[in-house]
């Protein structure tokens, strides 16, 4: 059950993420860069996250501080996630957009579930299923679909474009290995916190000396970066960090946090007025049946009461059912058979001169 809840959580925050164009817009609108706006995001994630583990730690703690405070693991567990997983991975994501175009960088970002299957093996010992790699063929076809809506004619290759774009998605997965490791180490909220802290901290340096950020300073750009902050940022990453310390699968959580491509369609279809082809409600349906298809136990489901039943009507021989219930019938007529308590002396005179096998039976 808490790996359900877990999953929920992943999900939930997989759909926040799919709101972040409507932040990512109106800033790069103002003037800002991509290493700009993923570091303003970082840093109001962070600054948001402050007030919430101060008080968290006076209220439970008696220590205001007490949430705040990291051991040398948890240190570099948080800093690899906040400088590799989630700095490096938009870095690369950038440069490979820059070198191969978006269409390409995006459908190879979307690797990441391939790594992730890869590595919950390799250091959780995670079973391979077939639902599994179906899941994944999905998921991946699904994420391409969505993105170029079936449309690969703007696509280049490049072997460094390629190898970054991989590497990005590499990068995705390790988040949900290494947030695996974290959140048993510490508290969920402490992990987000200091992975917002050490990114905006790399991302800052990435995009010094933000001149970008200086000539859009004003209460537009301040209220934007707090609500990026809040919602698709500190909401989400809460959720996912919580998510994924319930003990769900890291190789599930790639596919599950995917669903952030189907709620970006959804809401660039729905707010930006981008058109919606087939291949993009396709993708759309394929990236949701996979995070379907992930969390089926199909042999579970074989065994249950249900599929039993639904076996046994599929090979029901109609015609032997009916040639017993009328014997059923003939018996009942020529009362060898007991008359159902149910059954009143007038229905039964009734069904009788209507020599009726059919209605006798409705009537039981």
């Given at each position: 059950?808490?790996a359900?809840n877990?999953?929920?959580?992943?999900l939930?925050?997989g759909?926040?993420?799919?709101?972040?164009?409507?932040?990512v817009n109106p800033?790069?609108a103002l003037?800002?860069?991509?290493?700009?706006?993923?570091?303003?995001?970082?840093?109001a994630g962070a600054?948001v996250m402050?007030?919430?583990?101060?008080?968290l730690?006076?209220?439970?703690q008696?220590?205001?501080?007490?949430y705040?405070r990291?051991n040398?693991?948890?240190t570099?567990l948080?800093?690899?996630?906040?400088?590799f997983?989630?700095?490096?991975?938009?870095?690369?994501?950038y440069?490979?957009i820059r070198?191969v175009g978006?269409?390409?960088?995006?459908?190879?970002?979307y690797?990441s579930?391939i790594?992730g299957c890869?590595?919950g093996r390799?250091?959780?010992s995670?079973?391979v299923?077939?639902?599994k790699?179906?899941?994944l063929?999905?998921?991946?076809c699904?994420?391409?679909l969505?993105?170029?809506?079936g449309?690969?004619?703007?696509?280049?290759?490049s072997?460094?474009?390629?190898a970054i774009g991989?590497?990005a998605?590499?990068?995705?997965a390790?988040?949900a290995l290494?947030g695996k490791a974290?959140?048993?180490a510490?508290?969920p909220?402490?992990?987000t916190f200091y992975e917002?802290?050490?990114?905006?901290?790399?991302?800052?340096?990435?995009?010094?000396?933000?001149?970008?950020?200086r000539?859009?300073?004003?209460?537009?750009?301040?209220?934007?970066a707090l609500?990026?902050?809040?919602?698709p940022?500190?909401a989400a990453?809460?959720?996912?960090?919580?998510g994924?310390?319930t003990?769900?699968e890291?190789?599930k959580?790639?596919v599950?946090?995917?669903?952030?491509t189907?709620?970006?369609v959804?809401v660039?279809?729905?707010?930006y007025?981008?058109?919606?082809?087939?291949?993009?409600?396709?993708?759309i349906v394929?990236?949701?049946?996979s995070i379907?298809?992930?969390?089926i136990?199909f042999q579970?489901?074989?065994?249950?009461?249900?599929a039993?039943?639904l076996?046994?009507?599929?090979?029901m021989d109609?015609?032997a059912?009916?040639?017993?219930?009328?014997?059923?019938y003939?018996a009942?007529?020529d009362?060898?058979?007991p008359?159902?308590?149910?059954?009143t002396?007038?229905?039964?005179?009734a069904?009788?001169a209507?020599?009726?096998?059919e209605?006798?039976?409705?009537?039981?």
């Open positions: 059950m808490a359900a877990g999953y929920m959580m992943v939930a925050a759909l926040m993420w799919g709101t972040i164009g409507l932040f800033l790069s003037g800002l860069g991509s290493a700009s706006i993923s570091a303003l995001r970082m840093g600054l402050l007030p919430v583990l101060l008080a730690g006076r209220k439970e008696g220590d205001p501080m007490a705040l990291l040398r693991k948890q570099l948080c800093a690899i996630m906040g400088v997983c989630l700095s490096l991975s938009n870095t690369c994501y440069e490979s070198a978006m269409s390409t960088a995006s459908v190879l970002l690797t579930p790594f890869v590595l390799l250091f959780y995670e079973k299923s077939r639902a790699l179906e899941a063929a999905l998921n991946v699904g994420c391409v969505a993105v170029t809506n449309d690969f004619s703007s696509m280049s290759f072997v460094y474009g390629a991989v590497f998605g590499f990068l995705g390790l988040l290494c974290a959140n048993r510490c508290q909220l402490t992990v917002f802290a050490f990114g905006c901290v790399a991302m800052t340096a990435l995009a010094f000396p933000l001149a970008d950020v000539t859009a300073l004003g209460p537009t750009l301040a209220g934007l609500a990026f902050g809040a919602l940022t500190s990453y809460i959720l996912y960090n919580r994924i310390s003990g769900v890291a190789s959580i790639p599950i946090a995917s669903v952030e189907a709620a970006t959804v660039g279809i729905g707010v007025a981008e058109p919606a082809g087939v291949f993009k409600l396709l993708g394929g990236v949701l049946a379907v298809v992930m969390n136990d579970r489901v074989r065994q249950s009461r249900t039993e039943r076996r046994e009507a599929a090979s109609l015609g059912w009916s040639a017993e219930k009328h014997a059923a003939l009942f007529k009362g060898e058979a008359v159902e308590p149910a059954t002396v007038s229905s039964r005179t069904l009788l209507s020599d009726d096998w209605a006798w039976l409705a009537v039981r």
